[in-house]
Structures are given as C-alpha cells and as structure tokens.
DNA sequence: TGCGCATTGTAGCCAGGGCTACAGAATAAG
DNA sequence: CTTATTCTGTAGCCCTGGCTACAATGCGCA
C-alpha cells in the first residue's frame, strides 16, 4: 500500500522523512482507520524560526510531528524565556488541547524543517471515539512522557551541575541523538544559554562544568554538536 | 439512583467519602457504562504506612483513589529516597501500567487510610477500548498532568529557596487544602525532610527558609499543618 | 511516667555556583 | 569582505545554601 509520505516530503528535502504509518501510535491501527485519518490531518511545513503556535494564543490545534524537531519554550513570571523540551518525530505537539485549557501554556517552535500533520481538537476527538485502541496509544504515550517528567524533576536538583549537566547531555543524545563512530550525537546545536534553562543554572556555571566534561572526556564537541561517547554512558 | 459509595466507606469514618461517580474522568459516561466500570473494580482499603504497590515490583494494576491521600516516592541510583509527589481523591495511580512499563517506577504510600478502586490493567484497557469517551477524559486528565509536571520543572530551579518554598506550599494548598478562618490548610503533616525533597534542597535550609516565611506571616503553622493565609497567595 | 526515636531549631564553616564584566570566536547579515 | 550579533571562555567577588554537629522539643509506646 502506497503512503502519502512522498507528496508530504519532498524527495530532495533533507530532512528525513517519516511515514505517520510508522509512528508508534499507530501500531495495530487498522489500514482502513488509517486512511481517515490522514484524511482529516493537514499537512503543514515549518520553516526554521517559526513557530507551531504561541504562549497565549488559543488552542485550535493539535500536532503529530513527521519530520524535523521543535523546541518547547516558555515565558516566566519573571518576564526570562526559558526552554522546556524537545520533540521529535513521532512525537505529540499541543497535547493541551485535550485537556480543559483554551491557551497554549507554551510556545512550539520549529528548530529546523519540521513538517507536521495538524488536526482541528474537535477532528482529533472524534476520532479517538471512533477509534479507541488510538486512545489507549496515546494514554499509553502520554503516561510514558509523564513518568520522564518525574524522573527529571527528581534529578534536577539533586547532584552537582557537571553530573547534572552530564545527564542532561545523555538523555537528549539518548533520545535524539544519532550513533556515530565517537558516540551518539545530537543532531542540533544546544546554546549554553538553552542547557542553562534546562539544566536550572547559570549560563556562566554551564560553560564551566562543560569545559570540565570536555577535560575529562565525557563530552565532545564537534562542530557545534555535542557527543556523548558511548563508552562514557551511565549503565 | 444510590450509589455504592456508603459500602466502600464505612459511615462513621473521619475520611471524606469520595462517590467514583463524582470523579471528573466519569463526566458525561452513561449510568449503564458506570455500572460497568464498577463492576470490574476491586475495593481495596489501606492503612496509613501501607504500600498500594513498591519500586520494582511488577504492575498488576491501576488505582483510583476514592478516599485518603497517597504519597508518591521513589529511590534514586544513589540510594536516597525522595517524595515526588502527592495524589488525592479522584487521582489515577499507577498509570505507568499503561505505558510499556513492567514494573512500577515508584512506590505509592497510604499517608493515612484510604480507600481505592483498583482495576487489573487488561481490564481497564477492555473498559477504555468500549468505553472511548473514558479514554478521551483519561487523556484530558494526563495532559494536564503533564503541564503542572513541566511548569514545576520550569520553576524548581528559579528563584530563591524562600520564593519556592512558598509556591511549593502554596501549590499543595491549592491542590490538597481545606479553606480555614486563616487561610488554606494542608490537610497533612509535611516534615522539613520531605519539602526538602520537593524543593530540592537541604533539610536544614528549608528549616530556616520556613522560619523565615513565618516570620513575614506568609505561612502559619498550627498543629503540625500548615496553613496558607489568602491573603498571601500569589496572584 | 519515663525512655527512645523523630522532628525541629541554631550555629558556624566553606564551597558551589550566581552574577557582573569583558575579551575572543564563530555565525549571520549586509 | 566587513560589520554586527550571538555564542563561548575566563576572571573575580560574594552570597546562598550545603553540610556537620548538637541541642531542644515533641510524640509514641511500654
């Protein structure tokens, strides 16, 4: 069976592209279940910079991502901007939606190419009613995602900066890195500004602890990306 | 139409009963389809100090709370144990069931007697699977798990020890308080090492950091529970 | 009613890391 | 290629909060 795949990322783009079909969430899903739902998703593409929607903004719409990489970023009380997460392929954009919120409490922004498959909130509804086993994907999903959150908030606080900082580097490289001859990389470039935010330290202390990392050989960096080598990975 | 509620609490007891029926998850699920659910699940009561399930151990079920209060905690690779959080009538435990997990991630304490539905985990899928709009409030429900998650994320590491502390309290109140002449009242006692814990921070430090919030009167403390005035809620 | 354990309170030392300031690299923009 | 801007690296000051140690209070239980 053909997938529209192909009409939805150019074949000379170079992101790469990923069939919806072969998002987990779709496991098991019937072909026939499949096909209406590709047909009430729009296709949209993002260009690097902008962005899926903003803090504030009212929810209309709620994303799967199909290829390229977002970045969850929140404004503070205190007027400071800081970086939330990161998604990737395969992940879900605006799960807000589906609860009682009617803003967006944060802004999706696309880090590079990203295209994405939007559905209208009542569209998406309807078809997790007409189609259950998707729900319990997705719940199964969502609990994951939370039980990720836990752990983090568990560990932000609790070592020094560099071990911090070390875990930090790993998780992402774990979940959007790629293998390469060194270890896995990440596949963008992380600011120390943005591993502050994540990380909850300051800008200055993160440059410190990394030097010390690149010292110890823990991290490399290479062109701008960070690599975890694989000899180096906790467990 | 009654309710099974005065068979699972016992009429003279000091905890609020809570009716499932009352549960946001089951808005709009038709009395037929509730029947259903209850039918499929197991009261279980716990004494204070007992555990719903432990860290490692393997998921067998999913829990609603109906009365009482859990206490969420987990043992980190270096050993110490930390609170993570705290659930309340209405609340699901044990969601990890949900997701690929094996075992429990956490271990859930009864911090004082409590009363639950428990499901086994084959059924409750069977209940979401015949019962879609279920899953839909499921959903709405972790999604907003999932925002407070990330919000107290954002906020763990920003500001001084004094300023989170306040906000943690002041959350907990919000979430788990009893409105009083004086303001919101934590219905339990939280010990310094525990806020420690959610604050991320030494047991010490919060003991000071709270001897200061009493002294400006931004907390009350009064037999063991404390107590935030309205007037100093954020906001 | 007295013993023992848990929780809370105080003190003091000192290091991690927050903060400012500036200089050099690296990218982007023109 | 030049200029502007953003990112990275270093230095130094100083304060918050980590850590140890011990005292005081409170609570449960025999």
Redesign the pocket.
Known sequence: MKCSCEDFVPLNSSISPVCLRDLTIFDGVSEEDFERFRGIGVRKNFREGQTLFVQGGPITEIFVIKAGRIRLSKVMKDGTEITLDFRKPGDLIGEEALSRSVNYPLTAWAMEETVTCGFRVRDFNQLILDNPDLGLKLIGNMSQRILTLNSRLGSV?S????D?LFNLLANIAGEHGKKTPLGYSITF????????CLV????????????RL?DTGKII?Q??RFIVPSGTLPR
């Open positions: 606080t070592g020094t900066l560099e911090r470039p992380l600011t120390h500004e943005e591993l502050s909850g330290a300051h800008r200055v202390s993160v440059t410190k602890a990394l030097k690149r960096k062109e701008r």
